[in-house]
């Protein structure tokens, strides 16, 4: 539809002072509610919250969730502001606010990304992550220009991180470092392959490489029931074939066994959800700017508009619009 004919249909719309605000937020309501249904439906859920300024030099909370929706899924979760100061106890009275109005409970978040505020520790089994990109602007303020760069590359694969992986990258250069320095202190300054310990297995390798381990359940972090668990499942030939052959994620592998071995996916599942940086909060902090500009200075609210812009949920527009009776313009 073009020209005059498309003309005439767009001047039916109404459009008030409040129409598009109105319209924004029934569209942003229509997605945290899908949002809030889908955590509910999987249960098991991880967060991620960081705070900034706005260009009218008000605090805003963002929060992102993880959950696994046969796969890996990040929710864009709130935007609020945050009245008086930022304190650690200010960010978790915010985002229990938000969880306590939806009905999700802190015993079944496994884990949780900040910039380092403190006091967020509600469920004792919660993984607690400092920021890795926070970090590393933190070390780059003190490091050469060379370090700086390998910091740079660093930051950019942090939407691809995630806690297993980044532990398994970070436990790979620490052994590094050693080879470095036993070459080193040989007048050896070659590049050296990484230092391995005959039968030695880290703890999150069992999630990674489940049907390699099953000699060493003993020594890996199970309750009794799990390592049943693990023990049975590393048996499975049928399955061993098909996480060997598919190309499903390791989340996508680990749910699909929640109804054959469920204590020992829940765990899995609850090592791999927590977030390693805030990228998601970064992103959204760039949609606040270009949001809230100095034209909309006094934007009250941004969650609604953020929520829309960033939502990888779409509204459900045809219900929206059975909702509202059609007004022709005079």
């Known amino acids: 539809m073009s020209g005059k004919e498309a003309q005439e249909q767009i001047s039916k719309v109404p459009l008030s002072n409040n129409t598009i605000s109105r319209r924004i937020s029934e569209m942003s309501t229509d997605i945290n509610e899908e949002v809030v249904k889908q955590i509910k439906s999987e249960r098991k859920f991880a967060l991620q919250v960081d705070e900034s300024t706005d260009i009218a030099e008000k605090c805003q909370l963002v ?3 993880k959950f696994i929706d046969k796969d890996i899924v990040e929710q864009f979760m709130f935007c609020k502001e945050l009245q008086t100061t930022t304190t650690g106890e200010d960010i978790l009275a915010s985002v229990n606010s938000y969880l306590t109005q939806h009905g999700l409970s802190w015993n079944y978040c496994c884990g949780i990304c900040t910039d ?50 980044s532990v398994n990258k970070m436990k790979g250069f620490q052994r590094k470092l050693k080879s470095w320095k036993s070459a080193v202190q040989k007048d050896d300054v070659s590049n050296f392959p990484s230092l391995q310990q005959p039968g030695y297995k880290e703890k999150l390798d069992w999630i990674v490489s489940p049907f390699e381990l099953a000699d060493m359940a003993e020594e890996l972090d199970f309750t009794a029931i799990e390592s049943d ?23 996508a592998f680990w749910h699909g066994t929640l109804g054959e071995y469920p204590n020992l996916a829940k765990k899995a599942i609850s090592l791999l959800l927590p977030f390693s940086t805030s990228y998601l909060c970064e992103q959204a902090f760039s949609a606040m700017a270009t949001i809230k500009s100095k034209q909309r200075n006094r934007l009250l609210s941004l969650e609604d508009d953020i929520r829309v812009a960033l939502s990888t949920i779409r509204p459900d527009i045809k219900s929206l619009c059975s909702k509202h009776q059609s007004q022709v313009s005079h």
């Open 229 to 251: 668990e693990f023990l049975d499942m590393s048996a499975d030939s049928t399955l061993k074939v098909k996480f060997e052959k598919s190309d499903v994620t390791l989340a």
């Open 116 to 165: 380092g505020a403190p006091s967020m520790k509600e469920n004792p089994y919660i993984i607690t992550t400092h920021c890795f990109l926070h970090r590393e602007a933190l070390v780059a303020k003190r490091c050469e220009e060379e370090l700086t760069e390998v910091l740079n590359q660093a930051v950019k694969m942090g939407r691809l991180e995630g806690i297993v992986t």
């Open 63 to 65: 929060g992102f969730c």
